[in-house]
């Protein structure tokens, strides 16, 4: 347990004592540190139940905490505001414990087993922003949570199944039509034959076809009738297509690996279709099936819908499975192999109904038991300066890749060049950059909309990765610098810079846990911004490796030490990677 759980629990039974019962109480951090570092507000409630004034049991629990021993200063303020501020002493105590044992300020929950899924690159097409924000948000939250006790199981959820790659097989068929693939008289082994196609041809080939597939409606049925042989697993066709799968992943684990991002799982929606079979048996008993113009569809619509929800596409006329039924199936494959407590779906707030129908439909015929949460965490989108989802110059999907180049372009320019010599500058202006973009991406909430500024996501100062990264390198020479000196115990303060430091290290357990159940990273990012912000401060204010008090010393190495950890731990569950040097 945390120790600042441990205190509010001592402070519990302190307000006991002096007579009043509380369930739930809280330690805020106070509005007014002249007044105290912390605020109990718990005396106006204490006062309806105990039908007293709220000064009076203010009084009488301050006078049981003035027997503490713990606590200075204490006051009531307005009706019955009790501040209480933690007696130097004490607060360093506080800190030396967890100087020797950080476990001591993490509160950790039962355990829980849960699939994220925060991947849904598309084969065959290179990765775009939503999928940068899916793997961000996704990856810390699935450290976060591991880090809190739970054990999370990240699943790529390869998007490899829709008419995408029919239109991409189509093409290359289109292109190259004395492939073996195409040959129904060929009856040797495919898996020995290459296709004469690179990613490079892939990423070309996929917008090629779906413009044509726009104009040209034979060649979309063409790409229809495709998808269908692929689906049914037709020779050629569907080796064809397991080569291409092929092919575009070794790309799309490149740039995951780029962005620090790994899935335990790399599954995609073509491997939940040997459960499709199942999942049809299943609906069809529950008889929600629905004909419906040759397509089978499930109605979702509940009574006290307030918004259009129509009904769920579970097979089209042609036999093609939609991207809700894969889902569906997906949902039935985790239950079976894995048998989840819950399951997370990281994906763009767009998909929002797609989720709503997904849901509805696995619980009408209890695909999951009940105890099992599905989630869908949707996010907002990142907009260019025309407030507008971010596109290139002309008008395009901006692609993962040319993203994080416009943002390297920028931390290249601020790399210092006297610290990294020159062959590893590349390299470094790199990890600035991916730092600068995760950071400016898990800043807001993770649903509100935020802009794609580069400049400013690289700027050595404010809120930004770099400023992070520049601070937390400059802790650790410190710490190297004055690796002979002592450290170990926080025995004294100087100045309220450092009490401020010390008290925004015991909110860490909280500002984790809130950042777990909102799902959202910013409670973490705004939080290390400002633990950092902080220590600089006291970095400017003193001169610490030449400290002549050498208890002042001491402390301040330690401080330093607790501090330069956390940001590790929490730049790590933001899975941004810290430089050597920059
Ligand atoms: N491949 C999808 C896309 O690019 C995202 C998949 C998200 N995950 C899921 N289980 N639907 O839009």
Known sequence: MSIIKELNQDIKKIVEKSGYKVDNLLLQPSGRRDLGEFQLNDAMNLAKEYKKSPRIIAEDIVRELEKDGRFTNLNIAGPGFINITLTDEYLG???????EDKSLNI???EKRTIILDYGGANVAKALHVG?????NIGEALKRLATQLGYEVIGDAHLGDYGRPLGLVVLEIKKRYPELAYFDETYTGDYSEIEPPITNSDLEEIYPYASNKSKEDEAYLEEAREITFKIQNHERGYYDLWKKVVEISK??????????N???ELWLGESDAAEYLDELTEIYEKSNVLVESEGAQIIEVKEESDTFPMPPLLFKRSNGTV????????????RQKEINPDEIWYCVDARQGLHFDQVFRAARKVKLVEDRVGLEHIGFGTMNGKDGKPFKTRDGGVMSLKGLINLVEQETKKRINPDTVEEDMREDVAKTVAI???KYADLLPFRGTDYIFEPEKFADLEGKTGPYLLYSTIRMKSLLAKGADLPIGEIIKFKTETEKDIALTILRLPIILNKALDSRSLNDITEYIYRLTALYNKFYAENKILTEEDKELQ???????????????MLLDILAIKVPEKM
């Not at 105590?93 to 100087?99: D, F, H, S």
């Open 93 to 99: 105590q506080l800190l030396t414990q967890i100087y």
């Open 107 to 109: 509160d950790k929950r």
């Open 131 to 135: 999928h940068l924000r899916s793997a």
């Open 250 to 259: 070794k790309d799309i684990k490149q740039v995951y690996d780029m962005l």
């Open 261 to 263: 991002v790994n899935f």
């Open 322 to 333: 939609s991207y809700e039924t894969t889902d569906l199936a997906t949902i039935l494959q």
């Open 435 to 437: 730092a600068a973009l």
């Open 554 to 568: 001491k402390s301040w190495l330690t401080l330093t030490k607790i501090v330069y950890d956390i940001n590790m």
